[in-house]
Every structure is written in C-alpha cells, then in structure tokens.
T-cell receptor
C-alpha cells in the first residue's frame, strides 16, 4: 500500500514556482522519498529523490522536513510542458514502489 | 538516464488468446524489474517483482498463473497475459532497477485491448 498522501489536483501559473506537497508520516528511517511524473499515456519519468537532506537537480528541488513526515517538490519556473500527474513515493527496502493517487498539476498560460 | 523499452507499444487481441509483452533495459543490466498496470484515470498498481534467474514475486490479488513473468536475462523480462479477457485491457508498464539500486527507470508502457 502507498505510504503517501497528496492533494488530488493543483493549478499553477506559467513561469511561477509550483510547490507540490506530500505527506508520508509513517516513513521509516531508511526509506527514501522519490518523485516521478507521468504525462498522459506515457511511462513515469524520474524527477528527484532524497533521504534526509534537501536535494536539487536541473528539474526540481526537494524539501524534506526535519521529522521526514512530509516533503515538497518545487518546480522553480513551471512551463506548460510540466502539466502532468506527479507521484510522491516512499521506496520500500525491497525497492518496490507503491504509487498513491498523485497530484494532477495543470500549468495555466 | 538509462533507457527501458517495451514491445509492443500497443496490442489488440481477441478474448481467450495470450499476449506477450517484452521489457528491455537497453544500456544497463537489471537484476530486478517490476511490472505495473494502470487502468484509465487510476494510478499505477504494482503487479509483481521480477528477479533474474528466479521466480517472480506477485502482489496480493495478482494471479501468477494468469500473468506469467519470465526474467531469463539481465536485460529482458517478459509478461504474458494468458487467456486474456476484456477486463485485462489496461496499460502495462515495466520498470528496471539500476545497478546502484537507487533509481527505477520506467518503460513507455504497452496498451492492451482485449476484444
């Protein structure tokens, strides 16, 4: 079962930062938080992952709270091509991913 | 990032026939691959974990005799939907775990339609 909860949908204006929250209050100490996104009828695309520290790459930033019970994915300058379903996933020790419902992000022109 | 391919990208078959879907890791060796299915407007559901050289581990509620998984090499896993029925129509997606174990790379998916 998924160990994450996310808002069902969000809108963001083009060019603005998109902040996508995720709750994972039952996460264990050695479980990573992963973010993927899925554009309609395609396979999920990896965005970023982290354990304790905040992470940044060319696509996004990941902010993990100190107690690790929640995190936020930040797309710094959203574009129309960022419209997708974003999944926050807690990776289990066996490397399985149990997807939650995700957040459907719509970037508005 | 690493590339995972699936073949075919879509397939239409008659009820009662079997369909094989291939998942390949193109530029890395994957000891573990995963199979998911996704119904319209729903999230991905993990079906099974495929380990090279051993039997797959199926999630609760997934029939192992209906969804046959073979992971005979480090770059290929196959999913065979046996005696397919219309309710098996879905989007089937595979993923492969990279050697470091830190990432899963997903294939583009295979859309199965059973008439």
């Amino acid at each position: 079962d998924a160990k994450t909860t996310q808002p069902t949908s969000m809108d963001c204006a083009e060019g603005r930062a998109a902040n996508l929250p995720c709750n994972h209050s039952t996460i264990s100490g050695n479980e990573y938080v992963y973010w993927y996104r899925q554009i309609h009828s395609q396979g999920p695309q990896y965005i970023i992952h982290g354990l304790k520290n905040n992470e940044t790459n060319e696509m996004a930033s990941l902010i993990i709270t100190e107690d690790r019970k929640s995190s936020t994915l930040i797309l710094p300058h959203a574009t129309l091509r960022d419209t997708a379903v974003y999944y926050c996933i807690v990776r289990l020790p066996g490397n399985q991913f149990y997807f939650g419902t995700g957040t459907s992000l719509t970037v508005i022109p | 990032g690493a590339v995972v391919s699936q073949h075919p990208s879509w397939v239409i078959c008659k009820s009662g026939t079997s369909v094989k879907i291939e998942c390949r890791s193109l530029d890395f060796q994957a000891t573990t691959m995963f199979w998911y299915r996704q119904f319209p407007k729903q999230s991905l559901m993990l079906m099974a974990t495929s380990n090279e050289g051993s039997k797959a581990t199926y999630e609760q509620g997934v029939e192992k005799d209906k969804f046959l998984i073979n992971h005979a090499s480090l770059t290929l896993s196959t999913l065979t939907v046996t005696s397919a029925h219309p309710e098996d129509s879905s989007f089937y997606i595979c993923s492969a775990r990279d050697p470091s174990g830190n990432e899963q790379f997903f294939g583009p998916g295979t859309r199965l339609t059973v008439l």
